[in-house]
């Protein structure tokens, strides 16, 4: 099944809090001057129109409550000021996807690979002339799971990959496990991200504990947004699980998950968590 389609959900809280932890986790590996390659498994459309505001807009609950928000902290004030640098005038109406902040934050020495298998959203991501006219991108229409294997480890031996499954199907849960497993046994030093949702699934309520079992130091970040619908069921929070953290990540998050769920939080009600791997905790100390 390729029936799920992100300009739906573009900007809404799921996408802020994991464009949020990718652009820390860019910012973090531009400090090294050493190239490094920025691998999208999931990369979707690019960048997003966003809808009119209604009640269909997920944007307005998200992306939407920063914009209006009178003062933000400082991490989540450059996040909005990367936002603006799309929206001139300040009229938010364009919404950057994950290629659009992978170019946005990596340099000239490093490159990004991108994988999206859905022909329209690959489509408008081959076509898009901001990506095609930049030289360190390369696209793949291809499944990105299973293409991630050929691209590790990357020859200047340091990598970033995020990894955005849509989780249409119970499927998915498990094949995200198998190659982050696959991918620590070829690249065991790579930085990992990955996003999963809060759903009322056993899939998706087992997931966050098989992934602390993989054997690397790890990060997870998470938010809880919304009440379930009437029949159970929908997207009430997700979070970000990362593989060998920057060691300074846990610290940016603190503050910002706080804020996020007092600005993303419905009926500014919400809840977060952040969990290290004991290891990541020693390393800090
Ligand atoms: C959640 S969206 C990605 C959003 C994007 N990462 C962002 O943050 O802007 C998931 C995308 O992955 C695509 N997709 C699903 N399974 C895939 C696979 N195995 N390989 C490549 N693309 C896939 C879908 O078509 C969809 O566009």
Not at 268 to 282: A, F, K, V, Y
Request: glycine residues 10%; aromatic residues 8%; contains cysteine.
């Amino acid at each position: 099944m390729r029936s799920y389609r992100h300009h739906f959900h573009a900007g809404n809280h799921a996408d802020v809090l994991k464009h949020l932890v990718l652009m820390l986790l860019l910012e973090h590996m531009g400090k090294k001057d050493k190239a490094f390659r920025c691998i999208d498994t999931h990369a979707g459309a690019g960048r997003y129109s966003l809808a009119p505001p209604g009640p269909q807009a997920e944007w307005m609950t998200g992306i939407g409550r920063l914009w209006a928000a009178p003062k933000l902290s400082p991490d989540l004030e450059r996040f909005r000021a990367r936002i603006l640098g799309l929206n001139p005038g300040g009229n938010l109406r364009t919404y950057p996807g994950s290629p659009a902040w992978a170019q946005m934050l990596c340099r000239t020495q490093d490159d990004i690979r991108l994988f999206e298998w859905h022909p329209t959203d690959h489509r408008a991501l081959s076509g898009a002339p901001a990506l095609r006219a930049d030289p360190r991108v390369r696209i793949s229409a291809a499944d990105g799971l299973a293409g991630l294997k050929a691209l590790l480890p990357p020859p200047s031996r340091r990598a970033l990959v995020l990894i955005d499954p849509p989780y249409e199907n119970a499927t998915e849960y498990r094949a995200v496990l198998d190659t982050l497993s696959m991918a620590l046994q070829r690249f065991p030093t790579g930085v990992y991200a990955l996003w999963y949702p809060e759903l009322a699934l056993a899939a998706a309520c087992k997931l966050p504990a098989a992934l602390e079992r993989l054997p690397a130091p790890w990060l997870r970040a998470h938010l809880h947004l919304r009440r379930p619908g009437p029949d159970g069921t929908g997207l009430t929070g997700s979070g970000m699980f990362v593989l060998n953290p920057p060691w300074t990540l846990a610290e940016q998050l603190t503050g910002l998950l706080a804020d996020l769920t007092r600005l993303l939080g419905e009926g500014g009600q919400g809840g977060w968590d952040l969990r290290q791997s004991p290891e990541n905790s020693s390393a800090r100390s």
